[in-house]
T-cell receptor, first 116, second 112 residues
């Protein structure tokens, strides 16, 4: 079984540019999550999809962040325009059932975003 | 407020010694508790989880954790560590929703 894959693994962009991160969940996992870890801090929840619908986007920092999951398969997270404070590691995770049912998350390797 | 606290940012230990990584949680994230491990250049991997039942939970790679309600703790232990256990360890919890609240992580460094 292929795991959660994320592209790119690293991205370095200038302030004001746009970046799009991609996540391919484990096949058959309806639940897809985005998390972010800013340097040295805790991993924080961004949002949760169930299939193509946004179940919870309470963790999205502001309207410069846009997440989509067309067709309920892969997901993209776009940051436009990027700011310095957006630097960090963006993790995608998927699960077959929802976390509140005790289902663990399967994480990708993350995308390290550096905004200069 | 929901919170998970990992008291130690770094824990150095010699190979074959026992180790305990501490985690305390607030009551609002105590429905389910997890420990994840991140090896260098990899994603987070589930070590173990506590959902209900026995308070002593056994996970992969010889790790175990004990849910202690009175002390609001969920410390991770291993009786004898190996060099390959060098990684960052994250405690996480949920209050019943779908968001995991993570601690800040503990870097375990196993030395020869």
């Amino acid at each position: 079984e292929a795991g959660v894959t994320q592209f790119p693994s690293h991205s370095v962009i200038e302030k004001g540019q746009t970046v799009t991160l991609r996540c391919d969940p484990i096949s058959g996992h309806d639940n897809l999550y985005w998390y972010r870890r800013v340097m040295g801090k805790e991993i924080k929840f961004l949002l949760h999809f169930v299939k193509e619908s946004k179940q919870d986007e309470s963790g999205m920092p502001n309207n410069r962040f846009l997440a989509e999951r067309t067709g309920g398969t892969y997901s993209t997270l776009k940051v436009q325009p990027a700011e310095l404070e957006d630097s960090g590691v963006y993790f995608c995770a998927s699960s077959q059932d929802q976390v509140h049912g005790g289902s663990p998350l399967h994480f990708g390797n993350g995308t390290r975003l550096t905004v200069t | 407020a929901q919170s998970v606290t990992q008291l130690d940012s770094q824990v150095p230990v010699f190979e074959e010694a026992p180790v305990e990584l501490r985690c305390n949680y607030s009551s609002s994230v105590s429905v389910y508790l997890f420990w994840y491990v991140q090896y260098p250049n990899q994603g987070l991997q589930l070590l173990l989880k506590y959902l209900s039942g026995s308070t002593l939970v056994k996970g992969i790679n010889g790790f175990e954790a004990e849910f202690n309600k009175s002390q609001t703790s969920f410390h991770l232990r291993k009786p004898s560590v190996h060099i390959s256990d060098t990684a960052e360890y994250f405690c996480a919890g949920t209050g019943g929703g779908n968001k995991l609240t993570f601690g800040t992580g503990t870097q375990l460094k196993v030395e020869l």
